[in-house]
């Protein structure tokens, strides 16, 4: 962490934040729609469809936010983030409140919140799911053990995945529109105080793991695997429905931009944290960090478009530059230390309807590339979407070893090691 970005969270005090918290309060109810309606009915169906669709992500985000935080009150070691974290579910409710208000006072979207809820429900995609679905198990999990492992879990899903992550790009791009055309003038000033109380939020999560994570290998190991657990699910958040670009280009951006805004956004408050990306174990996050955050963008989300990462159950597609992809990623995730001093580490992959490819693990470092290598150490045999099944985690391994649709092959030594690179 560079001396700067320290001095920025170790400044920040939960004095600062609380007082922010009181300067900055605001009113949902006396937000006026009125201007708001007619600007809804003169935006272009798709993007009202697309406005629904980033909304109804927001407004059942916020109500499950709300309602899942007082475990975290409970749990946290200082009474000054307990006092904090009563003022965020405070934010929290007003914020839901707020976009109940939007949807049924101008899409006109239900009745009392649970209406509007259900309507909101089937704009919902499986990756979004995935992420509301843990926080709910998380908030139980929170219940049940109080441990600062656990807290540390616990604040990495909400403040710095759900809120870092999903919430602040989404709120950033369609945002900066509503701005700059006027035509929400209702919607817009709830909005800027939303994303003031957001970053708020996020700054307390950043100075909360600012404080537990560096003096502590057993809370680091936590985030690691909840990480591990949770950012496969991220990639998928923001596809829209049948990954139609006009969802994003009608409001004049790309996926692309909004992947490599959060990709940076993200990687700043972990450095903050003083726990940089680059420093977590590999297979937590096995992306190129060299490489620009857009071109990481672009490649994440080709991967996911061909379906070799992301939603299970689909058709992968094998073309070599997705192969390329993907088994790049594959050799990123692997821990060479493993094997060092053990000379070359051999892995050949043989699909029955793909190209082969191979990875070599030699001196602290791997590569992935394609066709065969001479004798392999371990030898792995599928067929390509059942590989990127047990890939996805959808497939479990042994079972899928059990029923012969995936087989390995290779000396007891080797299979262990070949056990241990893979985690
Ligand atoms: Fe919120
Ligand atoms: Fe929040």
Same mark, same amino acid.
């Given at each position: 962490?560079?001396?700067?970005?320290?001095?920025?969270?170790?400044?920040?005090?939960?004095?600062?934040?609380?007082?922010?918290?009181?300067?900055?309060?605001?009113?949902?109810?006396?937000?006026?729609?009125?201007?708001?309606?007619?600007?809804?009915?003169?935006?272009?169906?798709?993007?009202?469809?697309?406005?629904?669709?980033?909304?109804?992500? =927001?407004?059942?985000?916020?109500? +499950?936010?709300?309602?899942?935080? #007082?475990?975290?009150?409970? %749990? /946290?070691?200082? *009474?000054?983030?307990?006092?904090?974290?009563?003022?965020?579910?405070?934010?929290?409710?007003?914020?839901?409140?707020?976009?109940?208000?939007?949807?049924?006072?101008?899409?006109?979207?239900?009745?009392?919140?649970?209406?509007?809820?259900?309507?909101?429900?089937?704009?919902?995609?499986?990756?979004?799911?995935?992420?509301?679905?843990?926080?709910?198990?998380?908030?139980?999990?929170?219940?049940?053990?109080?441990?600062?492992?656990?807290?540390?879990?616990?604040?990495?899903?909400?403040?710095?995945?759900?809120?870092?992550?999903?919430?602040?790009?989404?709120?950033?791009?369609?945002?900066?529109?509503?701005?700059?055309?006027?035509?929400?003038?209702?919607?817009?000033?709830?909005?800027?105080?939303?994303?003031?109380?957001?970053?708020?939020?996020?700054? =307390?999560?950043?100075?909360?793991? +600012?404080?537990?994570?560096?003096? #502590?290998?057993?809370?680091? %190991? /936590?985030?690691? *695997?909840?990480?591990?657990?949770?950012?496969?699910?991220?990639?998928?958040?923001?596809?829209?429905?049948?990954?139609?670009?006009?969802?994003?280009?009608?409001?004049?951006?790309?996926?692309?931009?909004?992947?490599?805004?959060?990709?940076?956004?993200?990687?700043?408050?972990?450095?903050?944290?003083?726990?940089?990306?680059?420093?977590?174990?590999?297979?937590?996050?096995?992306?190129?960090?060299?490489?620009?955050?857009?071109?990481?963008?672009?490649?994440?989300?080709?991967?996911?478009?061909?379906?070799?990462?992301?939603?299970?159950?689909?058709?992968?597609?094998?073309?070599?530059?997705?192969?390329?992809?993907?088994?790049?990623?594959?050799?990123?995730?692997?821990?060479?230390?493993?094997?060092?001093?053990?000379?070359?580490?051999?892995?050949?992959?043989?699909?029955?309807?793909?190209?082969?490819?191979?990875?070599?693990?030699?001196?602290?470092?791997?590569? /992935?590339?394609?066709?065969?290598?001479?004798?392999?150490?371990?030898?792995?045999?599928?067929?390509?979407?059942?590989?990127?099944?047990?890939?996805?985690?959808?497939?479990?391994?042994?079972?899928?070893?059990?029923?012969?649709?995936?087989?390995?092959?290779?000396?007891?030594?080797?299979?262990?090691?070949?056990?241990?690179?893979?985690?």
């Amino acid at each position: 962490m560079s001396v700067a970005e320290h001095n920025l969270t170790s400044r920040i005090t939960y004095t600062d934040l609380y007082r922010r918290w009181e300067q900055s309060n605001w009113s949902a109810m006396d937000l006026d729609f009125g201007a708001d309606r007619e600007g809804w009915a003169s935006l272009s169906e798709i993007q009202r469809k697309s406005a629904l669709w980033i909304y109804s992500m =927001f407004f059942y985000g916020e109500d +499950s936010v709300t309602d899942n935080l #007082s475990p975290y009150i409970d %749990a /946290a070691p200082k *009474e000054e983030q307990k006092y904090f974290l009563a003022t965020q579910q405070v934010d929290e409710a007003r914020h839901a409140i707020f976009f109940h208000r939007f949807f049924k006072e101008v899409v006109g979207a239900g009745d009392d919140v649970a209406t509007t809820l259900a309507y909101t429900e089937p704009q919902l995609g499986w990756g979004y799911r995935k992420v509301f679905d843990r926080l709910d198990r998380m908030a139980g999990e929170l219940r049940r053990d109080r441990s600062l492992p656990k807290f540390a879990q616990a604040i990495t899903l909400y403040h710095l995945i759900v809120e870092a992550s999903m919430a602040q790009p989404g709120q950033h791009f369609i945002e900066d529109y509503f701005v700059r055309s006027g035509t929400m003038p209702g919607f817009s000033a709830g909005m800027e105080h939303v994303s003031r109380d957001e970053q708020r939020h996020i700054g =307390f999560g950043v100075k909360v793991l +600012s404080e537990i994570l560096p003096e #502590s290998d057993e809370c680091k %190991a /936590a985030v690691d *695997e909840l990480l591990a657990e949770v950012l496969p699910w991220l990639s998928s958040v923001f596809i829209p429905p049948n990954w139609d670009r006009e969802y994003t280009r009608c409001y004049g951006f790309e996926l692309e931009d909004i992947a490599a805004w959060g990709f940076k956004a993200v990687e700043m408050k972990w450095k903050a944290i003083g726990y940089p990306m680059q420093e977590m174990p590999p297979g937590v996050a096995p992306v190129d960090f060299d490489a620009e955050p857009l071109e990481r963008a672009a490649s994440v989300i080709k991967m996911a478009q061909a379906g070799v990462i992301g939603e299970p159950g689909q058709d992968p597609d094998s073309s070599p530059e997705i192969q390329r992809l993907y088994f790049e990623s594959v050799s990123r995730a692997v821990d060479p230390g493993v094997v060092n001093g053990q000379g070359p580490f051999t892995v050949q992959w043989r699909f029955a309807d793909a190209a082969p490819w191979h990875l070599v693990v030699a001196n602290g470092s791997t590569r /992935a590339e394609p066709g065969e290598v001479a004798d392999p150490d371990v030898t792995l045999e599928a067929s390509w979407r059942d590989f990127i099944e047990v890939g996805k985690g959808a497939y479990p391994a042994p079972l899928a070893l059990l029923r012969r649709r995936l087989r390995l092959r290779g000396g007891p030594r080797d299979l262990y090691r070949f056990a241990r690179l893979f985690g």
